[in-house]
């Protein structure tokens, strides 16, 4: 067995160096601080991309199956004798494989954020954050078991909510990092719920002995236990409520578009290619248990999964803000995944699914993170997030607009890129277990189609827009990532994902179904040429269809008044409605009820004033009388 | 013999007669000196009950002391500080009906109480009461001697002297 | 001299030095020396307790000093600490320290402030070491006294008002304490021989159950008034709200931890029958303090009013885990007391230095304040954080701990009420990021704050201490766990054994 | 010596002068005749002391002698009374005890 | 009559002659001199409290009228201590010119009122104690109209003269009938032959309302607020802790030695005085704003609790009484000496006066605020041992609720004792009293008390002792 202790590495250094920014990069010039992040980061990419060679191709397999090594493991606290949280490291495959996302998606925004936040207040800030969330992600992706996840989980929170809120001066900025937060947190609150109610049951949090397939914890709590679904079910589905917050699937998806506040490489990083496929890592993670004890649990990841990936592809068509529809695409291609683990089953090839699933998230990584570095180079050329600002920057923007061509051609599925192959799986996986939601997906991957180059002739096509500058293409370290990033979005549908990356460890022979792969390149086709149509001349169509199905159009660019119902949520019901009346009974109920013990002894100290009247006849008057009235009483009522 | 009970019994009416009704003419009386003459008739009958029952000594000391000294002394006071012939208003109704709520309760109860226990006569023969006992008593220090509660009373009587003397003293203004 | 008895004394010592010096200076200097040494103490105790444990020396209680007091009443003054008084020491000398540094620039009777700070702490310490339920119950009133006036003097708004119902709900609180003191107190032969108050010894005999359903109620009642029990926390808004920052400090920080120390070394060690048998009332009244405190929370204005409803909020938290009786959770309570000691304290030196700067508590009043001061502004983002139960500060391992302990608890009611418990965490984060949004970010809402200065020196140690002790607690809680969690073990045997 | 008259004569009379006493000392306006009620209610249990010593310990004299002490006292009483009742006439001019109530509540 | 016991006699003894050297000095004295004869009664009572307190010998004289054991002579030299306190604290006030012509007479009737209290203390029968207590109450009354132009001090006179009187004439009703039904006023006869009768019930409890009246139990106590209040502020002391503490020695003693075969009636009849006395005493003291009139009230209160003790009718329920009567004698003194201090240097004696005191006198502010921590209970001044005993008494007893009424009072009682603490601390004042410098006599009294504040909680010796001499029922 090749020891892989020395992977603890690989959180550790981002946090060594976090530290080291944190504390003295107020000290320091700002472009050390960025060179001493990405340094760190650079090495802690190498150590990933050795680790995955060293896991992939030089560790002995166990009948042919990739084994859940323990490379590392220490215990941090002992909540019972059994239920003990460790900190450690976990490599299996899709571990290995989200080091080398995180890592590789990180490394490049480092860099990248080097020229894009040149001149930025709080540059050092913003690389101490970078790391730290780098070490949150990779604590999260190692993570050996439920709770330690859950720790790293919280804190990729946090970290996502301080990036978000970079730019903590800006009102919009800080109300979309609580906003963020907050959301996730009601989510993480199921996803603790489920760890309370999974661990009661199987005694554990260890991702090991959880997801043995013949061991007892995964076997126990599986009676009908509330509402006709067994305990283990509802754990898994709470666990899931996490999962859905941070992937932001309907209904928790709405701190996403928001979070684009934040500075467009912590977007790219952040909130397309890491942290937002947390959910369904975490989903990958468990899958075994879901797959086995809880396959209900797995529908719901399917609809939940399918609906927000049909819901935001809808509202991502009618939007203006560049990095909105990015957002919602993002949503709706997370979306596919949550639909990929939700039909797919355990072991052999019904775990397709699954498989198709954790590629589709790997290409994904590449190709939403240059979609994002992209947009930020558009960003940073034009000053401008909207749409309508923009138009023909192709003359302007060579390397961007190819660079993003091709994102965009991987996105909408065209056949050979990395993201036709991914998505093929996972249409295929649907068409296999449930036809509807292999419709719903195809004529989501139609949409996504269209809207990718809606967005992509809208701004480098279209019309020509006056600048108060010219727009000029952005410096070298903004654009390297970005031909790093385009490369690996054509060629990461060759890696042998089906080898490498499956339910049970095993490989897997996947093979493109082309009656399924058909459908969805003519759809996806479709889709490009009607954006064509519409947007590569400013024409007027869009305006027409807008009008005529004005109920859908204003709903979808209203983003189906989720803020808003949220916002009533939050500040009618909870605001107005409980906390108001709290605070208001703890002012006037509790503690009048304190004060009025009080108030009340002081009106008896008065009212009984005129016991002492200062007449010495009163005063034995009462003498006489209560010597005698207790005579009575001790003679007459209380005799012996 | 017959007589002789008789003439007790009419006497003990008498006295006690005289001792209620006084006592309730000296509470009542809106003239202050009529309320201290009534008292020092109280004073004389109790004296009156004392020598029926055979405590000469103390019927004496009962004249002497209480109808002699302090009454005289009360009627030095009211002369001091009132007109004889004053006549105050009657008390205010509220006030009487307090004092007659507590003196009629406190007398029933204490009446009622009194009359429901039945007293045991001790034992002990009956000592014939003379001077000669008295002074004895009041000198000697063993069981049933009066030594120190007579030293106390005498102190007393020095302290209430000095007392009243404090309380009246006057600054000798120069 | 035995090292506890230190603790008690060397506070003593300070005071006594401090009525002899001058200047304000001086004092300041004293008290920091004294409180310094006493920290360094704290140290060495928990250095000193290792040492005795890895040495193989099981016994319940550590360093004990066993002298009698009054041997009538068969009242002795022992002092003796287990791991959990051990962490509420170092708590309890962490939290004095910081105050100490916090309250520097108090120049209204320097010299009395000082020597009103450092008896209470010495209460506070009295307390923690004491096993005799007299002297616990002196050190108790001690502590709760100076209180009034360090509110009444150097507070501020209706300081009067509030030092009074502070003062007066705490000993009403003692009150029924008292009673239920006693009451053990009378009880604690059932089998003839002495009387006894200490607890070791009431701890092996089997109280009568008809007594202790008598008693439970009353100690824990009084205890927990102390701890914010839910309704009878109304003190502590007002209170915290009046006191001076390391007033506040120390009285959220450290004096409302008696409450829940007291609740569980006493009313449920001693009193396990009654203990489990009504432990229902109290766990409906304390989930109620959770939610209720957080919601509370949410719409207050005031910086100080916010952080006593969390406190009610945490606090509840605390009394609700000692409550579900089993290991886990407990250790979580003594946790979460230590957490919330720690960064309430954090909050309420920080709310004193940003008051004393901007002279306003209202957070609608202010915004941006990261920008002209932004160490204090990290500061209290990190007490934020710490509060909401982020990972890798304390109060998350104690939030955790009493989560997952609760939750083990064969009762489905105990763990429905965990779940309304945990619920809180959602509700904190909502009032923590608001205040945190409004306070420190955003536009800066007055000009006249461009002026302010950030944190001077003795501030940044007061805030660095504290700060240092969260972290501390939340990477590496695993010793301090296992030092609480062995400790409780006794306990817990003895409240399984009284399970019928 | 026996007698008929019962013991319980003595001691209804004696009551009755007690409470007569409390009646005046409860309704009566001037200080002194407040102070002649004080003197009916020591005389009354003087009464009492001696019925009870006649009639039921002969044997002893405790009663008599508490009688004796009780008059001397009385006397003690009076004198510091009447010293301190001609003070308040000098000090508000005059004996009128509801005009004694300059301190209450 | 031997030497022996004379020496047994000694407290009284030595205290008699006192008097006696007292009135000679007065009368030998010219009237320049007069002020002579403050230094030396001072001195004098200096010696027979030393004298006092030379070891003693148990024993009986008079035919039992006179007892004299550990018990007795620890009450004495309680009371003595005291007394001395008082005295230091009235020199200033004996100073005065107005009080020149009549200083001999101060000592001598605050003598002769504490040779009535050791009497009583030390009574083998009901006649001895019925003397002992005219003879402290007589010339007490004197004592209160000490100020004869002040109206308010004639006042406090009368009533207390007046109400004593009556007092005096219900327990000589209480103890006439004691004697008709049992043949004798000896303690120890009397105790053999007491049972639960209605005729000795209502003669015990019409004892006990005279006792009652001596310790201002409610509701015999309404004379105590205006008698404190017109009193000269040295006699008020006096009155509330000398004369009051001898009151509550006696009771304890009568009620365990006498009436402990009634028990059983006079428990429940403790229970409803001590909630009404210490409730209402609470209740009054609340809006009290003379300083005098405010510690009367709040000593009626102090007076409730001591029935927490008797209650418990157990050996740690009499030397929780006896301690707690120790420790309440600083407490009060100690507030007393301060608010007498201040009186006579400032004539003010309103708690609105009082506000910012330690700004201009901190010494005295912190002294009042000590003694006040005492009488309230707080820790870790005496009177938190004395309370915390007292309920420890009745707790013992199975008293439960009347302890926790007692502690919800004592919880009103901090909120007054602190409005004065918050008075001199808190209160800011435009006109405060200005800086006051204590003559020594007063600093000497005002040292005891603290010391005896602090010393008599933590050295456990004090109560040991008590233990041992003490007895329950």
């Known amino acids: 067995m090749t020891d892989f202790s020395y992977t603890i590495l690989i959180p550790l250094i981002p946090i060594f160096f976090f530290l080291i920014i944190g504390l003295t990069g107020h000290k320091m010039k700002p472009i050390i601080s960025g060179l001493i992040g990405t340094t760190g980061l650079s090495i802690a990419a190498i150590l990933s991309y050795f680790t995955a060679y060293q896991y992939f191709f030089n560790t002995e397999k166990i009948d042919g199956a990739y084994q859940k090594i323990l490379a590392f493991n220490t215990v941090w606290i002992n909540f019972t004798d059994k239920l003990h949280v460790d900190m450690g490291v976990l490599l299996d495959p899709i571990s290995v494989m989200m080091l080398i996302v995180v890592t590789t998606i990180s490394l490049m925004v480092h860099i990248y954020s080097l020229g894009y936040m040149k001149g930025e207040k709080g540059f050092a800030r913003f690389y101490a954050f970078l790391s730290l969330f780098s070490f949150s992600m990779l604590g999260l992706v190692l993570a050996t078991n439920i709770f330690q996840m859950y720790i790293f989980w919280e804190l990729v929170g946090v970290s996502s909510f301080l990036l978000i809120g970079f730019y903590y001066e800006k009102p919009s900025a800080v109300s979309a990092s609580k906003k963020a937060f907050i959301v996730t947190r009601f989510a993480d609150l199921g996803f603790l719920i489920g760890i309370l109610i999974l661990s009661f049951n199987t005694g554990t949090f260890d991702f090991i002995s959880l997801t043995d397939i013949h061991g007892t914890a995964i076997a126990s709590g599986s009676g009908i236990a509330f509402m006709g679904l067994s305990t283990m079910t509802w754990s898994l589905i709470f666990v899931f409520i996490g999962g859905a917050g941070k992937s932001a699937m309907f209904p928790l998806h709405i701190w996403l578009p928001d979070a684009m506040e934040g500075p467009t490489p912590v977007s790219a990083l952040i909130h397309a290619a890491t942290m937002v496929v947390a959910g369904v890592y975490l989903v990958a993670r468990l899958f075994p248990v879901y797959a086995i004890s809880a396959p209900d649990g797995l529908t719901v990841v399917a609809y939940v999964g399918s609906f927000s990936s049909l819901f935001a592809a809808v509202i991502a068509c009618t939007q203006y803000d560049i990095k909105r529809v990015l957002a919602f695409s993002t949503m709706s291609q997370i979306g596919y995944m949550m639909v990929g683990v939700g039909v797919s089953r355990y072991g052999g090839h019904e775990g397709l699914g699954f498989m198709a699933s954790m590629f589709h998230l790997f290409t994904h990584a590449m190709f939403k993170a240059l979609l994002f570095l992209g947009a930020g180079a558009i960003i940073h050329a034009v000053h401008s997030n909207v749409m309508t600002d923009m138009g023909g920057l192709r003359k302007y923007l060579p390397i961007t607009h190819i660079t993003f061509l091709i994102a965009c051609l991987t996105i909408a599925g065209v056949p050979f890129l990395s993201a036709f192959f991914s998505k093929d799986e996972i249409l295929t996986a649907a068409f296999h277990h449930n036809k509807l939601i292999f419709f719903v997906q195809l004529f989501v991957a139609g949409l996504t189609a269209f809207y990718m180059f809606r967005l992509y002739f809208r701004i480098f096509w279209n019309r020509d827009t006056h600048y108060h500058h010219t727009p000029h293409e952005a410096p070298l370290t903004m654009s390297i990532p970005l031909m790093f990033l385009a490369v690996a979005s054509i060629f990461a549908g060759y890696i042998p994902f089906s080898k490498l990356v499956t339910s049970d460890g095993l490989p897997l022979e996947a093979h493109i179904e082309w009656i399924v792969a058909i459908p969805s390149i003519i759809v996806g086709l479709l889709g490009i040429s009607i954006a064509f149509v519409m947007y590569k001349k400013e024409t007027t169509i869009p305006q027409k269809i807008g009008s005529s199905f004005k109920l859908l159009y204003v709903g979808a660019f209203n983003k189906f008044y989720f803020d808003e119902i949220y916002l009533f949520v939050t500040k009618k019901i909870i605001f107005n409605y409980i906390s108001r009346p709290v605070a208001w009974f703890d002012r006037h109920v509790v503690d009048a009820t304190m004060d009025g013990i009080a108030w009340i002894t002081n009106a008896v100290s008065f009212r009984i004033k005129g016991l002492q009247s200062g007449q010495v006849q009163q005063y034995a008057f009462v003498f006489v009388s209560s010597a005698i009235l207790l005579g009575i009483l001790f003679i007459y009522l209380f005799s012996i | 013999m017959d007589y002789i009970l008789s003439g007790n019994q009419i006497m003990f009416i008498l006295f006690s007669a005289m001792i209620v009704i006084f006592s309730i003419l000296t509470v009542t009386s809106r003239r202050i000196l009529r309320a201290a003459v009534y008292l020092l008739l109280v004073l004389i009958s109790t004296s009156g009950l004392y020598f029926m029952l055979n405590y000469q000594f103390l019927a004496a000391v009962q004249l002497t002391l209480y109808a002699g000294g302090i009454v005289v002394l009360i009627i030095f006071s009211v002369l001091l500080t009132s007109h004889i012939d004053e006549k105050f208003e009657s008390p205010a109704l509220l006030k009487k009906v307090y004092g007659a709520i507590a003196s009629i309760l406190g007398a029933v109860l204490v009446i009622n109480t009194l009359l429901s226990y039945t007293f045991i006569p001790g034992i002990e023969p009956a000592k014939d009461v003379n001077m000669n006992l008295i002074g004895n008593s009041l000198i000697s220090w063993g069981e049933q001697g009066y030594a120190l509660p007579f030293e106390l009373i005498s102190i007393l009587l020095l302290a209430a002297m000095i007392a009243a003397i404090v309380v009246a003293k006057k600054v000798k203004t120069k | 001299m035995d090292i506890l008895s230190l603790f008690v004394i060397i506070p003593v010592i300070t005071v006594l030095a401090i009525i002899l010096v001058k200047n304000p200076m001086q004092t300041r200097l004293i008290s920091a020396i004294g409180m310094g040494i006493q920290l360094l103490l704290a140290a060495y105790l928990i250095y000193a307790y290792f040492a005795e444990r890895n040495a193989g020396n099981m016994d319940e209680m550590l360093f004990m000093k066993d002298i009698i007091w009054y041997e009538a009443l068969n009242i002795h003054y022992t002092v003796g600490v287990d791991g959990i008084s051990v962490a509420m020491i170092a708590l309890t000398s962490v939290v004095v320290f910081a105050g100490v540094f916090a309250s520097w620039k108090v120049d209204f009777l320097p010299k009395e402030f000082f020597i009103s700070l450092i008896l209470l702490s010495s209460g506070v310490f009295g307390f923690f070491i004491s096993l005799d339920i007299f002297t616990m119950f002196l050190f108790y009133e001690v502590a709760v006294i100076p209180m009034y006036l360090l509110i009444g003097i150097w507070g501020s708004g209706p300081k009067e008002y509030a030092a009074m119902k502070l003062t007066l709900m705490l000993m009403g609180g003692s009150a029924l304490l008292m009673v239920g003191l006693l009451g053990i107190y009378t009880n604690s032969a059932p089998n003839g021989g002495p009387l006894t108050f200490n607890i070791l010894e009431i701890a092996k005999v089997h109280i009568p159950i008809e007594a202790q359903r008598m008693f439970f109620p009353m100690t824990f009642v009084g205890f927990g008034i102390l701890g914010a029990l839910f309704p009878f926390h109304t003190w502590s808004p007002d209170g915290h709200a009046s006191a001076p920052t390391a007033v506040s400090m120390l009285h959220a920080g450290v004096l409302m931890k008696l409450g829940g120390y007291g609740a569980f070394r006493v009313a449920i060690f001693l009193l396990p029958d009654a203990a489990h048998e009504l432990s229902w009332i109290f766990i409906i009244l304390t989930s109620i303090s959770v939610v209720y405190g957080a919601f509370g929370a949410i719409v207050q204005k005031d910086l100080k009013y916010i952080n006593a409803y969390s406190s009610v909020s945490h606090c509840g938290l605390v009394l609700f885990a000692v409550l579900m009786m089993n290991k886990t959770a407990m250790d979580g309570a003594i946790l979460q007391m230590i957490s919330h000691g720690l960064m309430t304290a954090l909050f309420f030196a920080l709310i004193g230095m940003i008051y004393g700067r901007t002279h306003t508590r209202l957070i609608n009043e202010m915004g941006g304040l990261m920008k002209v001061m932004p160490f204090l502004g990290v500061a209290y983002v990190i007490a934020g954080l710490a509060s909401l139960g982020l990972p890798g500060l304390s109060g998350f391992v104690a939030e955790m701990t009493i989560f997952v302990g609760s939750f083990q608890h064969v009762d489905t009611f105990h763990r429905v009420v965990t779940i309304v418990a945990v619920s809180s965490i959602v509700i904190t984060a909502v009032y923590i990021l608001r205040v945190v949004g409004a306070l420190l970010f955003g536009p800066i809402k007055n000009d006249h704050f461009l002026q302010l200065e950030d944190a001077k020196w003795y501030e940044k140690i007061s805030t660095v201490t504290l700060i240092m002790a969260i972290a501390a607690i939340g990477i590496a809680p695993l010793w301090l766990s296992n030092m609480i969690g062995d400790s409780l073990q006794p306990i817990i045997d003895k409240l399984t054994i009284m399970i019928p | 010596m026996h007698t008929v008259i019962p013991i319980e004569y003595f001691l209804v009379t004696a009551t009755l002068m007690f409470f007569a006493g409390v009646y005046g000392f409860i309704t009566r306006k001037n200080l002194i005749t407040i102070l002649m009620s004080v003197e009916l209610m020591l005389n009354a249990v003087n009464i009492i002391f001696i019925a009870f010593n006649r009639y039921l310990y002969p044997g002893q004299l405790e009663g008599h002698f508490f009688a004796l002490f009780v008059i001397a006292v009385a006397a003690a009483e009076a004198a510091v009374a009447i010293a301190i009742i001609i003070n308040i006439y000098r000090n508000f001019q005059s004996i009128d005890v509801e005009e004694t109530d300059k301190m209450k509540y | ?473």
């Open chain 5, 1 to 473: 009559m031997n030497l022996e016991s004379f020496l047994l006699m000694r407290h009284e003894l030595v205290l008699t002659i006192i008097t006696l050297i007292v009135l000679v000095a007065e009368l030998s004295v010219n009237d320049d001199n007069k002020r002579k004869v403050i230094s030396i009664a001072t001195v004098l009572f200096g010696i027979n409290m030393v004298i006092g307190f030379l070891p003693n010998m148990a024993g009986i004289l008079f035919g039992k009228m006179y007892i004299n054991t550990d018990l007795q002579w620890t009450m004495k030299n309680i009371l003595n201590l005291g007394v001395f306190v008082v005295l230091l604290q009235s020199v200033a006030w004996l100073k005065e010119t107005e009080n020149k012509i009549k200083i001999s007479e101060f000592y001598i009737l605050i003598f002769s009122t504490l040779l009535g209290m050791q009497f009583m203390i030390s009574s083998g029968s009901f006649l001895m104690l019925y003397l002992g207590l005219e003879l402290a109450t007589i010339p007490m009354a004197a004592l209160a109209a000490y100020d004869r132009y002040r109206s308010n001090s004639a006042e406090a006179g009368v009533k207390l003269i007046l109400s004593a009187a009556m007092s005096s004439a219900v327990l000589l009703l209480g103890i006439s009938f004691i004697y008709g039904t049992t043949g004798s006023t000896y303690f120890d006869v009397v105790a053999l032959k007491y049972t639960t009768a209605p005729l000795q019930t209502l003669a015990f409890i019409l004892f006990f309302s005279g006792m009652a009246f001596k310790i201002s139990l409610v509701p015999f106590h309404l004379w105590t607020a205006d008698v404190y209040e017109g009193s000269p502020i040295n006699v008020t002391s006096y009155l509330s802790v000398i004369s009051k503490g001898a009151s509550a020695f006696i009771l304890v003693t009568v009620l365990f030695t006498v009436f402990n075969s009634i028990a059983l009636i006079w428990k429940p009849l403790m229970y409803i005085i001590a909630v009404l006395t210490m409730t209402v005493g609470n209740l009054f003291a609340m809006r009290q704003q003379n300083m005098k009139r405010f510690l009367a009230f709040s000593s009626i209160a102090q007076a409730g609790f001591i029935l927490l003790g008797i209650i418990g009718a157990s050996n740690i329920g009499m030397t929780s009484v006896i301690y707690f009567v120790f420790v309440y004698i600083f407490s009060n003194l100690g507030a007393f000496g301060v608010v007498s201090v201040i009186y006579y240097k400032s004539r003010k004696e309103n708690m609105d006066d009082y506000n910012g005191l330690y700004f201009t006198n901190p010494k005295l502010s912190l002294v009042m605020m000590l003694a006040l921590f005492s009488l309230a209970g707080i820790p870790p001044v005496a009177g938190f041992f004395g309370k915390f005993f007292l309920f420890t008494a009745a707790a013992e007893s199975g008293y439960y609720w009347l302890v926790f009424i007692a502690v919800l009072n004592a919880t009103i009682s901090l909120y007054y004792y602190l409005l004065v603490v918050k008075a001199m601390f808190i209160n800011k004042n435009e006109t405060p009293i200005a800086y006051i410098k204590t003559d020594w006599p007063a600093k000497v009294a005002i040292l005891i008390c603290v010391i005896g504040i602090f010393a008599v909680g933590f050295y456990s010796g004090i109560y040991q002792y008590i233990t041992s001499i003490s007895f329950g029922i």
